[in-house]
């Protein structure tokens, strides 16, 4: 079992940042890539950003990248995305996960351990 803790969410005017955390335990945390993604009310899960079990790797959707920084720190067991220039569209509940199959990094099925979440609300 892999229990999965985000926390760092807020309110932030548009703009502004956030750091976002994601505690891990119960696994091996550095043998598995992992995922953050977001929810917005009445929308799907939608991909946020992926790193691969050592870090090197990183996958980023189209909407964030070049603001969102995903890295991990496998000595604390801790996932983190670092968002810069926040717009009301990021406005979302994010969670971070742990993939386990092979459906491609960007869909859900591919990951099966999920934290509770964290709000994260822009303003504008």
């Known amino acids: 079992q892999v229990q999965l803790v985000e926390s760092g969410g807020g309110l932030v005017q548009a703009g502004g940042s956030l750091r976002l955390s994601c505690a891990a335990s119960g696994r091996t945390f550095s043998s598995y890539d992992m995922g953050w993604f977001r929810q917005a009310p009445g929308k799907e899960r939608e991909f946020v950003a992926a790193?691969?079990?050592?870090?090197?790797?990183?996958y980023y959707a189209d909407s964030v990248k070049g603001r969102f920084t995903i890295s991990r720190d496998n000595a604390k067991n801790t996932l983190y995305l670092q968002m810069n220039s926040l717009k009301p569209e990021d406005t979302a509940v994010y969670y971070c996960?742990?993939?386990?199959?092979?459906?491609?990094?960007?869909?859900?099925?591919?990951?099966?351990?999920w934290g509770q979440g964290t709000q994260v609300t822009v303003s504008s």
């Open positions: 996960a742990v993939r386990t199959k092979d459906y491609g990094l960007a869909s859900p099925v591919s990951y099966d351990y």
């Open positions: 790193i691969s079990g050592s870090g090197r790797l990183t």
